[in-house]
């Protein structure tokens, strides 16, 4: 009997063979038709035949069998494949009650299956991607979290202020550079409009500033303003302040971020350079002048004190005379401080015994102070000497005791100290490293407000007053220990006195005796002719006639160039010249004498520091001069 139900595949088989079976089970068996009848399942599946044996002896035992997706080799559409089945086995009773046979329901799951193994491999490759996904959102977040502390590290670590508002211009972060300059949390300040946070609340009308920049950032725009300010934690600063609008990737205004750079110490130091500029330009300037008021002061100065020494006129003329006198001399001492500003002053420095200097002007200070002005002296055990000139260096600090005199028209203590101060590299500017010696004049009077404090050295400025001073004692102070290679330091606070260091270079070189001033009356009478070279005309007739009266002959040149052509005419015994002249300079005049007449005496005058290449064994004379002092000079280099 053939039964052709497509699914599920019946087979019944006894012990005599096979005698049921359907049109599915003869396809899996690769039999048609009547031909599997009455044959052995092991002929008909010779492929599970031991495994059919087994089922029929199962069967005939009186027992069922079941399997659940057994895989089977089958043969379908002509060719061999792998199939999965449900197999149900029972046993067929016969009518004396024993078993007959053995009757198969089977039900192929080859479909399930393999949707079985699709879905798993489904699932596994979203479970892979999934694992892929989450470590790659690990890493990401990761990163962006190393992104975000590197970035909070350079935000907290930064020297510059920085913060982060909201659209309203409430504080939402800061950085601790700025938290420290107010000294608080920033618990304390968040949330708090930016105005009226501590940065701004000790500085009169910051906050109605920073809410109009907040409101101009608020519309898109960019604020950058120097701002003056005084914080909490540190007082007055200056900074380079900047309010910014933060823009999302989709271009969405999302923050406005407030940034400050301070530039106190960079303002102070572009004012130090302006005020270097301008001192720089003034002392070209001041120099200059100077420089041709000595060539004016020269012969007037000369004149006046020739005809005073003649007595020329009755008693009335001398008066007059000697008043101009002293006045030129006055301006000479005007220029002179000038030429000291400028750092144009002839200078010949040498080894001072500063402590002996100071000890022999105490009584001329206080004397100069008066007795409401206590002098106090703090001079250091064994000061080394200063490379200084002893006359300008007089000067200086007789200038700086006055100075201080006035500051305390109440009376008060003046304090003259002197110490040795190591300089190490940079510490003070354009002060080269080394060991110095430190001069300070200390006095508790009214001080300087800073204005006054910044402008103390320029020439002419003075706060005493119209006819209380020349406003040259300070810059006078400052050009010399430029000039000789040191500094000057003012510290000063209004009420609470000013405090001057003079630093100049300290030398272990020994201490040179100061020459006593020779009196012109005992001076023998010169002898000897004289070639005079300037190229002043003025200044070359009243040089010569004070040589003329010292008693030597005098033969005028007004040039280095006619001065050479006079020594190849004339016997010369000496030559007086001036420094800076058109053409050929003094310098260049006694270095060309020289190749032929070593040891003709000469003398240098000039009134100006510009004496680059002058050589040290040159006497100099310095403009403007008295008829006694070109004797002295001229006595000294015929002592040589």
Known sequence: MLCRAPNPLVLLWGADGIMIYNDAYAVIAGKRHPAMLGSKVREAWPEAADFNDDIMTQGLAGRSLSYRDLAMDIARNGEREEAWFNLDYAPVWGNDNCPAGVIAFVAETTSRIQGNAALRETENALRIANDTLEAQVRARTAELQAKEARLRAVFETSFGFQGLLDLDGRLLDANATSLTAIASALKDVAGRFFWATPWFADTPGMDATIREAVALVARGDVVRQELFINLPIGGWRWFDFVLRPIFSTQGDFIAIVPEAIETSERRVAEEALRQSQKLEAMGQLTGGVAHDFNNLLTPIIGT????????????????????????????????????????????????????????????????????????????????????????????ALLNLAVN???????????????????????????????????????????????????HAIEPFFSTKGI????????????????????????????????????????????????????????????????????????????????????????????SGEAAIELIDQHAIDMIVTDHLMGGMTGTALIEHVRQTAPDLPMLVISGYADAAGIAADVPRLTKPFRSAELAAMLAMIQQR
């Open 304 to 395: 006046l004190d020739l005809l005073s020494r003649r007595e020329i006129g009755g008693e009335r003329e001398q008066r007059l005379i000697g008043g101009g006198l002293q006045s030129a001399e006055r301006a000479k001492m005007l220029v002179q401080r000038l030429l000291a500003f400028a750092r144009r002053q002839p200078l010949q420095p040498q080894p001072v015994d500063v402590a002996a200097l100071i000890a022999s002007m105490r009584d001329l200070i206080a004397s100069t102070s008066g007795p409401r002005i206590r002098i106090d002296m703090d001079i250091a055990a064994r000061l080394p000497a200063a490379n200084a000139e002893v006359n300008q260096l007089e000067m």
């Open 404 to 454: 201080a005199r006035d500051a305390m028209p109440e009376g008060g203590t003046l304090t003259i100290a002197a110490a040795t101060a190591d300089v190490i590299e940079r510490a003070i500017p354009g002060l080269a490293a080394g060991r110095y010696v430190k001069i300070t004049i200390s006095d508790t009077g009214i001080g300087m407000d800073e204005h006054t404090r910044l």
């Open 467 to 558: 006819g209380k001073g020349t406003g040259l004692g300070l810059s006078m102070v400052h050009g010399l220990a430029s000039q000789l290679g040191g500094a000057l330091n003012i510290s000063s606070k209004l009420g609470l006195g000013t405090s001057i260091e003079l630093l100049l270079p300290a030398t272990a070189a020994s201490v040179v005796p100061i020459d006593q001033p020779t009196d012109p009356a005992d001076m023998a009478i010169g002898a000897g002719t004289v070639l005079l070279v300037d190229d002043e005309e003025p200044v070359r007739q009243t040089t010569a006639e004070m040589l003329i009266e010292l008693g030597y002959q005098v033969i005028e040149a007004h």
